[in-house]
């Protein structure tokens, strides 16, 4: 079978525009780890601290039982006083906490903000911490933010 000169032309034309494309989508990649925030950096856009919650969002009261009190309530606004240790395991979650001894993360895209915290230990991905002091930080997700106010 002979190709017509249009029709190489065209073959010729996709081909190269395939191999164009193949090597673009690679040569975005870095191959460097994105470095995470620390509890010394500073968030430059007032987002990346807090967001404004939903006007309608569900506003719940948690408990602090014997020093210890597990944040369970998922997509709501939830306060909490004084606590020694706190466990979050809600995702999608606004926090207000007081002082804080020891404060654990395992849920996901929560703000927290809390007077003290003593340490932080976050194991999942998308939390921002504010708090008035600088707390010992252990983190092992990805994309959280912690700032001292």
Do not use: W, Y
């Amino acid at each position: 079978m002979t190709m017509t000169p249009t029709r190489r032309a065209l073959v010729t034309g996709l081909t190269l525009f395939g191999i164009l494309g193949a090597v673009t989508a690679c040569s975005g990649t870095d191959d460097e780890p994105t470095p995470k925030p620390s509890a010394s950096s500073t968030a430059t856009a007032k987002s990346e601290v807090f967001s404004t919650p939903p006007a309608d969002i569900e506003k719940v009261r948690a408990e602090c039982k014997d020093g210890k009190a597990v944040v369970d309530q998922a997509n709501k606004d939830v306060t909490l006083g004084d606590c020694a240790s706190v466990e979050v395991t809600a995702g999608n979650s606004v926090i207000h906490l007081g002082d804080v001894e020891k404060l654990v993360v395992s849920g996901s895209i929560n703000d927290i903000a809390a007077k003290q915290v003593g340490s932080v230990e976050v194991t999942t991905d998308g939390n921002r911490l504010i708090s008035d002091n600088e707390p010992k930080v252990t983190d092992t997700g990805k994309d959280n933010v912690f700032r001292t106010r």
